[in-house]
C-alpha cells in the first residue's frame, strides 16, 4: 500500500553531519508511525528512532541519543532522520520504516508493515 524511498545517505567523515530522507507514496502517512532502522555487515538489523503519527512523540536508541533527530512533515508526506557528530560505528544500511496500527512507539523491526529499500551511510575516520 505505502511505499517508502530513502534518500541522502553517503560518505562523510566522523565528526560529520547528514540528514536522511524518507519519501512515502500511496498513502498519506499522518496516521503512521515511523521508525529508522540500521544495518551494518554481519549484525541484525537494529532500531534508531522512532516519532509518533502527529509528531508529538519521539524515541531514540541509547546510541545515538542527543546527536540524532527524527521528524516528520505529514503534509509533504516526508520523514527525516538528521545525523550529528557522527561515528565509525555509525556506519550501515539505514532504513525507514511505517505502522499504521501503532498507538505507541516502537522499537522492534518485526512491528513494522512498511520498509524502503534502504540507503547506504559510510563513516570514514
Known amino acids: 500500500q505505502v511505499h517508502l524511498v530513502e534518500s541522502g545517505g553517503g560518505l562523510v567523515q566522523a565528526g560529520g553531519s547528514l540528514r536522511l530522507s524518507c519519501t512515502a507514496s500511496?498513502?498519506?502517512?499522518?496516521?503512521?508511525?515511523m521508525g529508522w532502522f540500521r544495518q551494518a555487515p554481519g549484525k541484525d538489523r537494529e532500531f534508531v528512532a522512532a516519532?509518533?503519527?502527529?509528531?508529538?512523540?519521539?524515541t531514540y536508541a541509547d546510541s545515538v541519543k542527543g546527536r540524532f533527530t527524527i521528524y516528520r512533515d505529514n503534509f509533504n508526506n516526508k520523514v527525516y532522520l538528521q545525523m550529528n557528530n557522527l561515528k565509525l560505528e555509525d556506519t550501515a544500511v539505514y532504513y525507514c520504516?511505517?505502522?499504521?496500527?501503532?498507538?505507541?512507539?516502537?522499537?522492534?523491526?518485526?512491528?513494522?508493515?512498511?520498509w524502503g529499500q534502504g540507503t547506504q551511510v559510510t563513516i570514514s575516520s
Open positions: 516519532v509518533t503519527s502527529s509528531g508529538s512523540s519521539t
Open positions: 500511496g498513502r498519506a502517512i499522518s496516521d503512521y508511525l
Open positions: 520504516a511505517a505502522e499504521s496500527t501503532a498507538w505507541t512507539l516502537k522499537r522492534v523491526a518485526n512491528e513494522y508493515h512498511y
